[in-house]
T-cell receptor, first 116, second 112 residues
Framework: GAGVSQSPSNKVTEKGKDVELRCDPISGHTALYWYRQSLGQGLEFLIY????????KSGLPSDRFSAERTGGSVSTLTIQRTQQEDSAVYLC??????????????FGPGTRLTVL | QKEVEQNSGPLSVPEGAIASLNCTYSDRGSQSFFWYRQYSGKSPELIMS????GDKEDGRFTAQLNKASQYVSLLIRDSQPSDSATYLCAVNWGEYGNKLVFGAGTILRVKS
């Protein structure tokens, strides 16, 4: 079966512009996660979806970041008024069910965002 | 203290040797522990998961967990050049238990 897919694979934007990153989870996976990976910061959790709701948004770095999930499937991460420090690889992961933390998360290929 | 700590390396081992990767974590409530491998420019892929104290073996890989010491390790036997990558330790965290907190990763280099 298909894995987690993300688009675009690369995005170059100018400071101050808005960007949207898309994630398509593995079919049937109810849980979806966004992380970002940057030099010097490692891999950081951003937000967790269970179905269409987001019970944990604790990792979103500022109110410029938002995410939504529709139909319990595709998710979009939006960054408004991008800043250079937003440059990173944004990774999406999905898992079958939130079994109290014992669930395995499978990662997509990521979107490399560069803010000029 | 960082939540999940790993030695950044690089750890260099000769081909055929055992590579030992270590990780400590600070949340005693964590129940799930994962090792991911990440090649340069690629996304993390799961190598092993472990939930109970003791050892768990899968092929050339063995994960070891000691919750009392808050310590988890990964052993790679008969290391191959293709094992050269960054190994990320991840621990479940938070109220919902699904958030993964990652260590900074250990770079492993296997020399042929």
């Amino acid at each position: 079966g298909a894995g987690v897919s993300q688009s675009p694979s690369n995005k170059v934007t100018e400071k101050g512009k808005d960007v949207e990153l898309r994630c398509d989870p593995i079919s049937g996976h109810t849980a979806l996660y966004w992380y970002r990976q940057s030099l010097g910061q490692g891999l950081e959790f951003l937000i967790y979806f269970q179905g269409n709701s987001a019970p944990d948004k604790s990792g979103l770095p500022s109110d410029r970041f938002s995410a939504e999930r529709t139909g319990g499937s595709v998710s979009t991460l939006t960054i408004q008024r991008t800043q250079q420090e937003d440059s990173a690889v944004y990774l999406c992961a999905s898992s079958l069910a939130p079994a109290g933390g014992t669930d395995t998360q499978y990662f997509g290929p990521g979107t490399r965002l560069t803010v000029l | 203290q960082k939540e999940v700590e790993q030695n950044s390396g690089p750890l260099s081992v000769p081909e055929g040797a055992i590579a030992s990767l270590n990780c400590t974590y600070s949340d005693r409530g964590s129940q799930s522990f994962f090792w991911y491998r990440q090649y340069s420019g690629k996304s993390p892929e799961l190598i092993m998961s472990i939930y109970s104290n003791g050892d768990k073996e899968d092929g050339r890989f063995t994960a070891q967990l000691n919750k009392a010491s808050q310590y988890v390790s990964l052993l790679i036997r008969d290391s191959q050049p293709s094992d050269s990558a960054t190994y990320l330790c991840a621990v479940n965290w938070g109220e919902y238990g699904n958030k993964l907190v990652f260590g900074a990763g250990t770079i492993l280099r296997v020399k042929s």
